[in-house]
């Protein structure tokens, strides 16, 4: 049986990211036993730059808001459902949007994942 570690599980997503032809910028991160999983639309160039999801202007609004809570990122499991940079700038309003076909291969991966 495999021991399931979080570079097992980065390894095996992007092989079979690769294998629909998927290219992976920012993958998952956290604690894999975790009871909360926070699951974020696709990574920015920030996260992108960081190799890791919602470490940006999102991600720092979230944390602040879970904070109180007693919620941290290292208490949860943490990734995006497209792990693409999809937004071209952060100075424009201009993306890349996934087309159905591809969503639902990240879509599956993401069912995967999990």
Same mark, same amino acid.
């Given at each position: @049986? +495999? *021991?399931? %570690? *979080?570079g097992w599980l980065m390894r095996e997503? %992007?092989?079979r990211a690769k294998a629909c032809q998927l290219e992976v910028d920012c993958l998952g991160t956290?604690?894999?036993d975790s009871e909360i999983a926070i699951i974020a639309e696709a990574p920015g160039e920030h996260e +992108?730059? @960081?190799? @890791?999801p919602l470490v940006g202007g999102s991600g720092r609004m979230l944390w602040d808001v879970l904070r109180p809570h007693g919620i941290g990122r290292a208490?949860?499991?943490v990734t995006n459902v497209v792990k693409k940079q999809v937004a071209l700038s952060t100075k424009t309003d201009a993306r890349n949007? +996934?087309?159905?076909? !591809?969503? !639902?291969?990240?879509e599956g991966l993401l069912d995967w994942e999990f």
């Open positions: @049986m +495999v *021991e399931i %570690t *979080e997503f %992007t092989a956290g604690r894999l +992108v730059k @960081m190799a @890791m208490d949860c499991y949007p +996934v087309k159905k076909p !591809e969503l !639902e291969h990240w």
